[in-house]
């Protein structure tokens, strides 16, 4: 386990805790869903930053209009992004080291205001996540 997870990396399925898509769509992207929330282990706390790549879908976007996607780190309300079009986007942000753990997991979530529901399946979707987690 790492600080930092490519949704094109074969062990990403060990970070996903809940709603995110189980397999990659096109080999390096997942969809999210409701409130995805990911795991990483960290080595230090001090000096980390969030950092988020993720996309609004064309096809979603339509639908919803802007989004905005609000991000917590074990808990604690880190930032928003808002996301005034479809494309891709990315978040980052110093976390606080009192907000880390270096003893056990360090959880990520993070939450979409505008979810898409498909009109065939009721599937509701988030936004495109591609890569996430803490670097220095």
């Known amino acids: 386990m790492g600080a930092v997870i ?47 790549d993720f996309a609004i879908a064309e096809d979603t976007f339509k639908s919803t209009g802007p989004v905005t996607v609000t991000f917590f780190v074990n808990g604690n309300l880190l930032g928003q992004q808002r996301c005034p079009q479809a494309g891709p986007y990315r978040f ?10 270096t003893d056990d997991f360090t959880l990520v979530a993070a939450q979409a205001d505008k979810l898409w529901t498909s009109p065939t399946d009721g599937a509701r979707l988030g936004f495109i996540l591609n890569r996430i987690g803490f670097v220095r």
């Not at 709603?19 to 990911?38: I, K």
């Not at 980052?92 to 753990?101: D, F, I, N, S």
């Open 92 to 101: 980052e942000k110093a976390v606080p080291a009192a907000w880390l753990r």
């Open 6 to 52: 490519a949704m094109s990396e074969p062990d990403a399925d060990a970070h996903i805790v809940r709603d995110v898509s189980p397999a990659a769509e096109g080999a390096a992207w997942r969809w999210t869903f409701q409130r995805p929330e990911l795991r990483f282990w960290l080595e230090q706390t001090k000096a980390q930053k969030l950092v988020a």
